[in-house]
């Protein structure tokens, strides 16, 4: 059985960082595309950035490009999330989740590409 447990999520003023992390039990990682989405209050989930399989290549959702950083551990069998200078509108719960394309090295930007999510971190920026 797949689990995704995200961690490193919590309360932060504007202008702060933090590092999300994914850790996945039942699945190698290695072999699937990652991604980490995000949901705001009394907004819909979106896209938030994602890896390949290989790490070659990340892609960033407009809002947190430049900010954000995607990379993943092979040996820990963990994807990381840094994001820095947040501002109180990345208020959310942040999620992970693997994609449903074993070896594929592309990355995903859809939530109907991805079939494993974790349980999500709450991320809290005060202004």
């Known amino acids: 059985q797949v689990q995704l447990v995200e961690s490193g999520g919590g309360l932060v003023q504007a202008g702060g960082s933090l590092r999300l992390s994914c850790a996945a039990s039942g699945r190698s990682l290695s072999g699937y595309g990652m991604g980490w989405f995000r949901q705001g209050p009394g907004k819909e989930r979106e896209f938030v950035a994602a890896i390949s399989k290989s790490g070659g290549s990340t892609y960033y959702a407009d809002s947190v490009k430049g900010r954000s950083t995607i990379s993943r551990d092979k040996t820990k069998n963990t994807v990381y999330l840094q994001m820095n200078s947040l501002q109180p509108e990345d208020t959310a719960v942040y999620y992970c989740?693997?994609?449903?394309?074993?070896?594929?090295?592309?990355?995903?930007?859809?939530?109907?590409?991805?079939?494993?999510w974790g349980q999500g971190t709450q991320v809290t920026v005060s202004s």
């Open positions: 989740a693997t994609s449903r394309r074993f070896y594929s090295d592309y990355v995903y930007t859809e939530a109907y590409e991805y079939d494993y």
